[in-house]
């Protein structure tokens, strides 16, 4: 079984279950509904939820915000304010009733293939994504809506994120990019070098009943990481 094989296997049982699942984590109440990834056979949220930098009057956008989490808690922890987007109708509704149930109140969801839908007159402090790291090659097809969250076929989605993300952000702002050790590092260095940024490591760890190193990297322009 190859790698992909292994992650759409891992997709398919992640979706039998009875939804929506109830869920108590970081003090909030959530639901998680069918089409979106299941917390319980996908971790990196609760590990980038934990190890996400300080974040008091930051301004934070969210790719990619699935069922709402690490963003909502984000916004609960002194966030000046949050935006959290996601090409999928269904994960945007799904973070939309978490805010609702939680009562966070400073933050807005909404559709967007990464900056599609993202003013450009919006600037963040943080432009954060936990992103689906699983490579395929460039002409690869989505079987389904839940193979987007998760498979980036030539890191085309990557290459646009660290290309676009740059003018979205405040003079002192950073890109927190969430990328796990079984990515495609070598990918990721030369899509760095192609838009003149560095990275610099900010953290990482894993849980004991899983098999990879979860990463995050602060992503700026070369000429604002001196």
């Excluded at 398919?12 to 984590?25: A, G, K, N, V």
């Excluded at 943080?126 to 460039?138: E, L, M």
């Excluded at 890191?155 to 676009?164: A, N, T, V």
């Excluded at 990019?177 to 990275?199: C, H, K, P, Q, T």
Aim: one cysteine or more.
């Amino acid at each position: 079984m190859t790698d992909l094989d292994e992650v759409r296997k891992r997709l398919t049982l992640s979706q039998q279950h009875t939804f929506p699942l109830h869920i108590q984590e970081f003090g909030m109440d959530l639901v998680v509904n069918e089409g979106i990834f299941s917390p319980r056979h996908f971790h990196s949220w609760r590990w980038y939820t934990e190890n996400f930098p300080p974040v008091a009057g930051k301004r934070v956008l969210e790719i990619g915000c699935g069922f709402g989490l690490p963003g909502l808690y984000l916004a609960k922890q002194g966030a000046a304010f949050l935006v959290a987007c996601d090409i999928d109708p269904k994960a945007v509704d799904n973070t939309l009733e978490n805010a609702s149930r939680n009562g966070v109140k400073n933050v807005e969801v909404i559709e967007s293939d990464i900056f599609s839908n993202i003013s450009p007159h919006q600037k963040f402090d943080f432009i954060f994504w936990n992103y689906p790291s699983n490579f395929a090659p460039a002409d690869y097809k989505y079987r389904n809506n839940i193979e987007r969250g998760a498979i980036d076929p030539g890191y085309k989605l990557l290459s646009r994120f660290l290309s676009e993300g740059p003018a979205y952000l405040t003079e002192p702002g950073s890109i927190l990019l969430g990328f796990a050790s079984d990515a495609r590092d070598d990918l990721l260095s030369e899509i760095l070098v192609a838009n003149d940024l560095a990275s610099v490591l900010l953290g990482s760890g894993t849980y004991c009943h899983v098999d990879v190193t979860y990463r995050i990297f602060c992503v700026r322009k070369m000429s604002s990481s001196t």
